[in-house]
């Protein structure tokens, strides 16, 4: 199953998609994969941690299909700490070693993700590697909105938050992350 995963993600048609979702292809993952979300969520696909592309199509399943799937609700983020306990633990094992510099990406993903600061400073260590600069601007960018704010603020209306002045003004600037 990890393996179904990995080629459908990393699958040409499902690549061109990764940063520019459509409504359709939101859809299309919560049909396909809404359940076995839920069931990695439970910990029931916890025997993939057994290998670097187990933990890497868990990280997957954490973390950026909830994204898709619930695009603009607080449910997106629910297992993004799960995917960050994934990812830690498959850096420990070093089987982030065993990953091309794309797949690398995105079992790292979770730390840019994240809205604790010490995540956000790893993932600026992590992507800082060869092979991944195209990833460090935005792993930079992630940085300084979350050591600036705290936080992620264009969360804030998904997850009940109130912002603040600053972070209103900030979104309503042409600098503002929407992602």
Known sequence: MPQEILDFWFSDEVRK????????????????????CARAQQGELDGWLQSAAGCLALVIVL??????????????????AQSR??????IDKGFDRDLDPRSRAFLYMPFMHSE????????????????LEDNLRFARHHHDIVEKFGRFPHRN???????????????NSKEAFSG
């Open 116 to 131: 604790v600061f010490a995540d956000q400073q790893l993932a600026l260590q992590l992507f800082a590697q060869p092979g």
């Open 63 to 80: 973390d950026q299909f909830p994204l898709n799937m619930f695009r603009g609700q607080a449910q997106s983020f629910a297992s993004e």
């Open 157 to 171: 209306t998904a997850l009940g938050r109130e912002s603040s002045e600053s972070e209103i003004e900030y979104l």
């Open 85 to 90: 306990e994934v990812a830690r633990l498959a």
């Open 17 to 36: 998609l990764w940063f520019k979702s459509t409504p359709e292809f939101d859809a299309l993952l919560r049909e396909r994969f809404e359940a076995l």
